[in-house]
Protein backbone atom coordinates (compact mmCIF):
# COMPACT_ATOMS: atom_id res chain seq x y z
CA UNK A 1 0.00 0.00 0.00
CA UNK A 2 3.26 2.36 0.82
CA UNK A 3 4.51 1.50 -2.73
CA UNK A 4 0.86 2.38 -4.35
CA UNK A 5 0.54 5.85 -2.91
CA UNK A 6 4.05 6.52 -3.38
CA UNK A 7 3.63 5.94 -7.35
CA UNK A 8 -0.06 7.66 -7.57
CA UNK A 9 2.11 10.82 -5.80
CA UNK A 10 4.42 10.54 -8.71
CA UNK A 11 1.00 11.09 -10.95
CA UNK A 12 0.35 14.16 -9.36
CA UNK A 13 3.82 15.94 -9.65
CA UNK A 14 3.69 18.47 -11.64
CA UNK A 15 6.68 18.99 -15.08
CA UNK A 16 9.71 19.78 -13.92
CA UNK A 17 9.85 22.67 -16.51
CA UNK A 18 10.43 25.49 -14.09
CA UNK A 19 13.79 23.68 -14.40
CA UNK A 20 13.95 23.73 -17.82
CA UNK A 21 13.00 27.99 -17.83
CA UNK A 22 15.64 28.76 -15.69
CA UNK A 23 18.19 27.27 -17.45
CA UNK A 24 18.58 27.55 -20.28
CA UNK A 25 19.03 31.07 -22.61
CA UNK A 26 16.86 31.60 -25.59
CA UNK A 27 13.30 32.65 -26.06
CA UNK A 28 9.87 30.78 -25.83
CA UNK A 29 10.29 28.79 -22.46
CA UNK A 30 13.44 30.23 -22.19
CA UNK A 31 14.54 33.32 -20.13
CA UNK A 32 16.08 35.50 -22.76
CA UNK A 33 17.78 38.25 -20.24
CA UNK A 34 21.10 37.87 -19.43
CA UNK A 35 21.86 42.41 -18.62
CA UNK A 36 23.75 41.75 -21.98
CA UNK A 37 23.43 45.23 -24.11
CA UNK A 38 21.74 43.42 -27.14
CA UNK A 39 18.46 43.07 -23.84
CA UNK A 40 17.64 47.36 -24.81
CA UNK A 41 16.83 45.75 -27.83
CA UNK A 42 15.06 42.62 -26.95
CA UNK A 43 17.57 40.79 -28.08
CA UNK A 44 16.86 41.41 -31.71
CA UNK A 45 20.27 41.40 -33.65
CA UNK A 46 22.31 40.17 -30.46
CA UNK A 47 24.12 36.99 -32.56
CA UNK A 48 25.26 39.23 -36.04
CA UNK A 49 26.44 42.67 -33.49
CA UNK A 50 29.54 41.73 -31.77
CA UNK A 51 31.43 44.61 -30.86
CA UNK A 52 31.70 43.51 -27.02
CA UNK A 53 32.37 40.52 -25.09
CA UNK A 54 28.92 39.55 -24.71
CA UNK A 55 29.44 38.42 -28.31
CA UNK A 56 31.52 35.22 -26.60
CA UNK A 57 27.58 34.43 -25.49
CA UNK A 58 25.34 35.26 -28.07
CA UNK A 59 27.71 34.21 -30.87
CA UNK A 60 30.82 32.53 -30.04
CA UNK A 61 31.95 33.82 -33.86
CA UNK A 62 31.90 36.99 -33.44
CA UNK A 63 34.38 37.40 -30.75
CA UNK A 64 36.99 37.50 -34.05
CA UNK A 65 36.03 41.12 -34.51
CA UNK A 66 36.98 42.62 -31.31
CA UNK A 67 40.66 43.79 -31.72
CA UNK A 68 41.80 43.62 -27.89
CA UNK A 69 40.60 41.12 -25.16
CA UNK A 70 37.13 42.22 -23.27
CA UNK A 71 34.87 41.81 -20.08
CA UNK A 72 31.87 42.18 -19.28
CA UNK A 73 30.20 42.07 -15.87
CA UNK A 74 26.32 42.38 -15.52
CA UNK A 75 23.77 42.24 -12.82
CA UNK A 76 20.10 42.45 -12.83
CA UNK A 77 16.98 41.74 -11.62
CA UNK A 78 13.98 39.64 -12.58
CA UNK A 79 10.49 41.10 -10.78
CA UNK A 80 7.56 38.32 -12.20
CA UNK A 81 3.65 39.39 -11.55
CA UNK A 82 1.32 36.32 -11.31
CA UNK A 83 -2.17 36.74 -10.35
CA UNK A 84 -4.40 33.61 -11.61
CA UNK A 85 -8.22 33.83 -12.19
CA UNK A 86 -8.41 30.25 -12.08
CA UNK A 87 -11.34 28.42 -10.41
CA UNK A 88 -12.72 24.96 -9.80
CA UNK A 89 -13.72 23.23 -13.51
CA UNK A 90 -17.54 22.44 -12.83
CA UNK A 91 -17.28 19.82 -16.10
CA UNK A 92 -14.32 18.20 -14.21
CA UNK A 93 -15.34 15.25 -11.38
CA UNK A 94 -12.65 16.05 -9.26
CA UNK A 95 -13.61 19.05 -6.97
CA UNK A 96 -10.99 21.96 -5.90
CA UNK A 97 -11.99 24.40 -3.15
CA UNK A 98 -9.42 27.25 -2.50
CA UNK A 99 -8.43 31.04 -3.79
CA UNK A 100 -6.96 32.30 -7.13
CA UNK A 101 -3.37 31.87 -5.31
CA UNK A 102 -2.25 35.56 -4.58
CA UNK A 103 0.32 37.64 -6.23
CA UNK A 104 2.86 34.36 -7.47
CA UNK A 105 5.22 36.72 -9.08
CA UNK A 106 8.38 37.21 -7.32
CA UNK A 107 11.85 38.18 -8.11
CA UNK A 108 15.37 36.21 -9.00
CA UNK A 109 18.91 38.49 -8.75
CA UNK A 110 20.67 38.18 -12.15
CA UNK A 111 24.65 37.45 -12.09
CA UNK A 112 26.48 36.87 -15.69
CA UNK A 113 30.44 37.30 -16.53
CA UNK A 114 31.39 36.97 -20.51
CA UNK A 115 35.70 37.03 -21.42
CA UNK A 116 37.21 36.71 -24.35
CA UNK A 117 41.19 36.79 -24.75
CA UNK A 118 42.45 37.57 -27.99
CA UNK A 119 44.91 34.82 -29.06
CA UNK A 120 45.85 35.97 -32.79
CA UNK A 121 43.77 37.42 -35.52
CA UNK A 122 42.45 34.58 -36.70
CA UNK A 123 41.73 32.73 -33.14
CA UNK A 124 39.31 33.94 -29.90
CA UNK A 125 39.15 32.34 -26.52
CA UNK A 126 35.44 32.72 -24.46
CA UNK A 127 34.23 32.71 -21.43
CA UNK A 128 30.55 32.62 -19.74
CA UNK A 129 29.43 32.56 -16.33
CA UNK A 130 25.80 33.11 -15.39
CA UNK A 131 23.49 32.25 -12.81
CA UNK A 132 20.19 32.95 -11.62
CA UNK A 133 18.91 32.25 -8.21
CA UNK A 134 15.51 32.92 -6.25
CA UNK A 135 11.98 31.70 -5.72
CA UNK A 136 10.32 31.90 -9.42
CA UNK A 137 6.75 30.79 -8.24
CA UNK A 138 5.24 30.87 -4.63
CA UNK A 139 1.39 30.87 -4.91
CA UNK A 140 -0.64 31.13 -1.46
CA UNK A 141 -0.56 27.13 -0.10
CA UNK A 142 -4.70 26.88 0.23
CA UNK A 143 -5.17 27.93 -3.55
CA UNK A 144 -7.36 26.23 -6.12
CA UNK A 145 -4.25 25.12 -8.37
CA UNK A 146 -1.93 23.71 -5.18
CA UNK A 147 -2.25 20.05 -6.51
CA UNK A 148 0.04 21.61 -9.39
CA UNK A 149 2.15 24.09 -7.81
CA UNK A 150 2.35 25.58 -4.45
CA UNK A 151 6.24 27.38 -4.60
CA UNK A 152 9.46 26.78 -6.84
CA UNK A 153 12.91 27.79 -5.62
CA UNK A 154 16.24 27.10 -7.60
CA UNK A 155 19.69 27.97 -8.06
CA UNK A 156 21.47 27.64 -11.42
CA UNK A 157 25.45 28.20 -12.87
CA UNK A 158 26.16 27.51 -16.32
CA UNK A 159 29.80 27.96 -17.76
CA UNK A 160 30.38 28.14 -21.16
CA UNK A 161 33.77 28.31 -22.81
CA UNK A 162 34.56 29.06 -26.73
CA UNK A 163 36.42 28.84 -29.48
CA UNK A 164 36.25 31.31 -32.17
CA UNK A 165 38.48 31.33 -35.82
CA UNK A 166 38.29 33.90 -38.36
CA UNK A 167 38.88 31.88 -41.74
CA UNK A 168 38.59 34.95 -43.72
CA UNK A 169 37.56 38.40 -44.34
CA UNK A 170 33.75 37.44 -44.44
CA UNK A 171 33.36 34.41 -42.79
CA UNK A 172 33.95 33.66 -38.87
CA UNK A 173 33.00 30.40 -37.10
CA UNK A 174 32.60 29.08 -33.51
CA UNK A 175 31.53 26.48 -30.97
CA UNK A 176 31.94 26.40 -27.35
CA UNK A 177 30.83 22.99 -24.69
CA UNK A 178 28.84 24.02 -21.52
CA UNK A 179 28.39 22.85 -17.88
CA UNK A 180 24.92 23.53 -16.27
CA UNK A 181 24.53 22.80 -12.51
CA UNK A 182 20.46 23.38 -11.07
CA UNK A 183 19.60 22.43 -7.98
CA UNK A 184 15.68 22.88 -7.42
CA UNK A 185 13.24 22.95 -4.43
CA UNK A 186 9.30 22.16 -4.63
CA UNK A 187 6.37 22.09 -2.92
CA UNK A 188 2.71 20.84 -3.50
CA UNK A 189 -0.36 19.63 -2.30
CA UNK A 190 -1.65 15.85 -2.72
CA UNK A 191 -5.40 15.10 -2.35
CA UNK A 192 -7.38 13.64 0.41
CA UNK A 193 -8.06 10.52 -1.99
CA UNK A 194 -3.99 10.02 -1.70
CA UNK A 195 -3.56 10.17 2.31
CA UNK A 196 -5.57 9.47 4.90
CA UNK A 197 -7.52 12.23 6.80
CA UNK A 198 -5.80 14.14 9.43
CA UNK A 199 -7.61 16.70 11.20
CA UNK A 200 -4.21 19.46 10.96
CA UNK A 201 -3.94 19.37 7.77
CA UNK A 202 -7.37 19.58 6.70
CA UNK A 203 -7.36 15.93 4.99
CA UNK A 204 -4.88 16.84 2.66
CA UNK A 205 -1.37 15.95 2.13
CA UNK A 206 2.13 18.02 1.36
CA UNK A 207 4.79 16.85 -0.83
CA UNK A 208 8.14 18.17 -1.22
CA UNK A 209 10.23 17.73 -3.72
CA UNK A 210 14.26 18.40 -3.36
CA UNK A 211 17.07 17.59 -5.99
CA UNK A 212 19.88 18.59 -8.27
CA UNK A 213 21.04 17.86 -11.64
CA UNK A 214 24.57 18.56 -13.18
CA UNK A 215 24.56 18.35 -17.63
CA UNK A 216 27.32 19.37 -20.40
CA UNK A 217 25.91 20.43 -23.83
CA UNK A 218 27.34 22.12 -27.17
CA UNK A 219 26.63 24.83 -29.12
CA UNK A 220 28.21 26.48 -32.71
CA UNK A 221 27.94 29.94 -34.22
CA UNK A 222 28.99 31.03 -37.69
CA UNK A 223 29.23 35.15 -38.66
CA UNK A 224 28.79 36.20 -42.40
CA UNK A 225 30.42 40.17 -42.66
CA UNK A 226 28.91 40.83 -45.64
CA UNK A 227 29.97 44.74 -45.70
CA UNK A 228 31.22 47.21 -43.62
CA UNK A 229 27.62 47.74 -42.60
CA UNK A 230 25.63 44.48 -42.83
CA UNK A 231 26.26 41.43 -40.56
CA UNK A 232 24.34 38.01 -40.27
CA UNK A 233 24.51 35.54 -37.43
CA UNK A 234 23.54 32.09 -36.81
CA UNK A 235 24.03 30.11 -33.84
CA UNK A 236 22.81 26.45 -32.52
CA UNK A 237 22.55 25.42 -29.27
CA UNK A 238 22.13 21.94 -28.40
CA UNK A 239 19.24 19.55 -26.51
CA UNK A 240 20.04 18.81 -22.66
CA UNK A 241 18.55 15.48 -21.62
CA UNK A 242 19.42 16.32 -17.59
CA UNK A 243 18.38 13.12 -15.19
CA UNK A 244 16.68 15.08 -12.71
CA UNK A 245 17.34 12.56 -9.36
CA UNK A 246 15.74 14.26 -6.16
CA UNK A 247 13.61 13.27 -3.14
CA UNK A 248 10.21 13.43 -2.80
CA UNK A 249 9.14 13.92 0.99
CA UNK A 250 5.30 13.27 1.97
CA UNK A 251 3.40 14.78 5.05
CA UNK A 252 2.01 14.17 7.43
CA UNK A 253 3.11 10.91 7.04
CA UNK A 254 6.99 12.09 7.35
CA UNK A 255 7.69 9.63 4.58
CA UNK A 256 10.26 10.14 2.08
CA UNK A 257 10.67 8.46 -1.68
CA UNK A 258 13.74 8.93 -4.48
CA UNK A 259 12.48 9.79 -7.91
CA UNK A 260 14.27 10.12 -10.98
CA UNK A 261 13.32 12.24 -14.42
CA UNK A 262 14.75 12.29 -17.61
CA UNK A 263 13.30 15.92 -18.89
CA UNK A 264 14.90 17.13 -22.41
CA UNK A 265 15.68 20.56 -23.07
CA UNK A 266 14.87 21.34 -26.28
CA UNK A 267 17.55 22.05 -29.04
CA UNK A 268 17.16 25.37 -30.62
CA UNK A 269 18.78 28.09 -33.63
CA UNK A 270 18.48 31.45 -34.23
CA UNK A 271 19.40 33.66 -37.50
CA UNK A 272 20.39 37.52 -36.81
CA UNK A 273 20.76 40.51 -39.12
CA UNK A 274 22.48 43.90 -37.74
CA UNK A 275 22.24 46.41 -40.76
CA UNK A 276 24.01 50.06 -40.52
CA UNK A 277 20.99 52.41 -42.83
CA UNK A 278 23.79 55.18 -41.91
CA UNK A 279 26.71 56.18 -38.72
CA UNK A 280 23.75 56.73 -36.29
CA UNK A 281 21.40 54.39 -37.44
CA UNK A 282 21.26 50.48 -37.31
CA UNK A 283 18.58 48.12 -37.72
CA UNK A 284 18.87 44.63 -35.76
CA UNK A 285 16.33 41.32 -36.28
CA UNK A 286 16.43 37.53 -35.47
CA UNK A 287 14.43 35.33 -36.21
CA UNK A 288 14.84 31.73 -33.99
CA UNK A 289 13.50 28.41 -33.85
CA UNK A 290 13.15 25.83 -30.46
CA UNK A 291 11.84 22.33 -30.76
CA UNK A 292 9.64 22.25 -27.94
CA UNK A 293 7.67 19.67 -29.87
CA UNK A 294 10.27 16.84 -29.10
CA UNK A 295 8.68 16.53 -25.78
CA UNK A 296 5.46 14.74 -26.90
CA UNK A 297 6.26 12.80 -22.90
CA UNK A 298 8.63 12.42 -20.19
CA UNK A 299 9.09 9.95 -17.66
CA UNK A 300 9.17 9.98 -14.01
CA UNK A 301 10.63 6.91 -11.48
CA UNK A 302 9.93 6.25 -8.38
CA UNK A 303 11.89 3.95 -5.87
CA UNK A 304 11.33 1.87 -3.94
CA UNK A 305 8.53 1.03 -6.73
CA UNK A 306 10.66 1.18 -9.48
CA UNK A 307 7.57 1.95 -11.25
CA UNK A 308 7.42 4.78 -14.79
CA UNK A 309 5.01 7.08 -15.40
CA UNK A 310 4.76 8.56 -18.57
CA UNK A 311 3.45 12.14 -18.49
CA UNK A 312 2.07 14.01 -21.76
CA UNK A 313 3.24 17.40 -22.13
CA UNK A 314 2.05 17.72 -26.34
CA UNK A 315 4.28 21.27 -26.34
CA UNK A 316 5.15 22.58 -29.76
CA UNK A 317 7.41 24.29 -31.50
CA UNK A 318 8.69 27.86 -30.73
CA UNK A 319 9.00 30.35 -33.21
CA UNK A 320 10.83 34.05 -31.56
CA UNK A 321 10.53 37.38 -34.07
CA UNK A 322 12.67 39.95 -32.58
CA UNK A 323 13.18 43.85 -34.35
CA UNK A 324 14.80 46.47 -33.35
CA UNK A 325 16.86 49.39 -34.14
CA UNK A 326 20.03 51.27 -32.52
CA UNK A 327 20.45 54.95 -32.94
CA UNK A 328 23.80 56.60 -31.51
CA UNK A 329 23.06 60.10 -30.04
CA UNK A 330 26.77 61.32 -29.93
CA UNK A 331 29.91 59.34 -30.38
CA UNK A 332 29.80 58.16 -26.80
CA UNK A 333 26.41 57.60 -26.51
CA UNK A 334 24.24 54.75 -28.12
CA UNK A 335 20.16 54.14 -27.51
CA UNK A 336 18.87 50.95 -27.94
CA UNK A 337 14.94 49.88 -28.49
CA UNK A 338 13.57 46.81 -29.95
CA UNK A 339 9.99 43.86 -29.41
CA UNK A 340 9.87 40.69 -29.92
CA UNK A 341 7.23 38.20 -30.41
CA UNK A 342 7.30 34.11 -29.00
CA UNK A 343 4.64 31.92 -30.16
CA UNK A 344 2.85 29.70 -27.74
CA UNK A 345 4.52 26.79 -26.59
CA UNK A 346 1.17 24.57 -25.70
CA UNK A 347 -2.66 24.47 -25.87
CA UNK A 348 -4.45 25.51 -22.50
CA UNK A 349 -5.60 21.86 -21.83
CA UNK A 350 -1.60 20.90 -21.54
CA UNK A 351 -0.49 24.19 -20.06
CA UNK A 352 -0.64 23.59 -15.80
CA UNK A 353 -0.02 26.32 -12.75
CA UNK A 354 4.18 25.24 -12.58
CA UNK A 355 4.32 27.03 -15.87
CA UNK A 356 1.89 29.84 -16.86
CA UNK A 357 3.09 30.77 -20.32
CA UNK A 358 1.33 31.68 -23.57
CA UNK A 359 2.92 33.25 -26.41
CA UNK A 360 5.15 36.19 -25.33
CA UNK A 361 5.49 39.78 -26.16
CA UNK A 362 8.75 41.56 -25.46
CA UNK A 363 9.29 45.77 -25.46
CA UNK A 364 13.05 46.42 -24.57
CA UNK A 365 14.54 49.74 -24.60
CA UNK A 366 18.37 50.68 -23.23
CA UNK A 367 21.30 52.82 -23.11
CA UNK A 368 25.07 52.22 -23.53
CA UNK A 369 27.29 55.13 -22.49
CA UNK A 370 31.21 55.33 -23.39
CA UNK A 371 32.73 56.44 -19.57
CA UNK A 372 36.21 56.48 -20.63
CA UNK A 373 38.47 54.86 -23.07
CA UNK A 374 38.14 51.30 -23.49
CA UNK A 375 35.00 51.29 -20.18
CA UNK A 376 31.31 51.40 -21.99
CA UNK A 377 28.56 51.03 -19.21
CA UNK A 378 24.96 50.24 -19.71
CA UNK A 379 21.55 49.55 -18.74
CA UNK A 380 18.12 48.28 -20.08
CA UNK A 381 14.79 47.86 -18.86
CA UNK A 382 12.59 45.39 -20.82
CA UNK A 383 8.82 44.22 -19.81
CA UNK A 384 7.12 40.70 -20.94
CA UNK A 385 3.70 40.17 -21.53
CA UNK A 386 3.47 36.33 -21.07
CA UNK A 387 -0.37 36.16 -22.07
CA UNK A 388 -3.10 35.07 -20.67
CA UNK A 389 -1.96 31.30 -19.84
CA UNK A 390 -5.71 29.89 -20.40
CA UNK A 391 -5.59 26.36 -18.07
CA UNK A 392 -7.98 24.01 -18.34
CA UNK A 393 -6.51 20.60 -16.51
CA UNK A 394 -6.61 18.43 -13.54
CA UNK A 395 -9.78 20.23 -12.01
CA UNK A 396 -9.19 23.59 -12.44
CA UNK A 397 -9.84 26.20 -15.68
CA UNK A 398 -9.37 30.00 -16.22
CA UNK A 399 -6.47 32.38 -17.02
CA UNK A 400 -4.17 34.73 -15.63
CA UNK A 401 -5.15 38.21 -14.98
CA UNK A 402 -1.73 39.83 -15.07
CA UNK A 403 1.17 37.56 -15.75
CA UNK A 404 4.01 39.87 -16.80
CA UNK A 405 8.25 40.15 -16.08
CA UNK A 406 10.24 43.37 -15.72
CA UNK A 407 13.81 42.69 -16.17
CA UNK A 408 16.55 45.49 -15.10
CA UNK A 409 19.84 45.23 -16.55
CA UNK A 410 23.06 46.83 -16.20
CA UNK A 411 26.51 45.89 -17.30
CA UNK A 412 29.87 47.18 -17.11
CA UNK A 413 32.61 46.40 -20.16
CA UNK A 414 36.29 46.80 -20.20
CA UNK A 415 39.18 46.33 -22.91
CA UNK A 416 41.94 44.61 -20.90
Not at 64 to 87: A, C, V
Not at 213 to 218: G, Q, R, S, V, Y
Not at 283 to 312: F, H, Q, R
Not at 313 to 331: M, P
Request: hydrophobic share 45%; aromatic share 10%; proline share 4%.
Amino acid sequence: MKNSRFFMIVLFLPAIVLFAAATAMAGGLYINEFATPSMGAAGAGAEAWAVDASTAFHNPAGMTRLEESQIMMGSGILISSINSDLRDDPADAFTITGGDGGDAGTFSPLLTTYWVKKLSEQWSLGLNVLSISGSLIDYDDSWVGRFQAQDVSLLTVTVNPSLGYRVNDWLSVGAGVGLIVARLEMDLAIPQLLTPPDPTSGGEGQASLDGEDTETLFNLGALFEVSDRTRIGWVYWSEVEPTFSGDLSVFPQASTVSIDTTFPLAQWSRVALYHELSEKVALVSTVAWEDWSALKNYNITADPTGSTVSLARNWKDVWKYAIGAHIRLSDDLLFLTGAAYDTAPMDKEDRSADLPVDRQIRLATGLQYRYAQGVTVGGSVLYADLGDAEIQKRGITGDYDENSLLALGFNINLEL
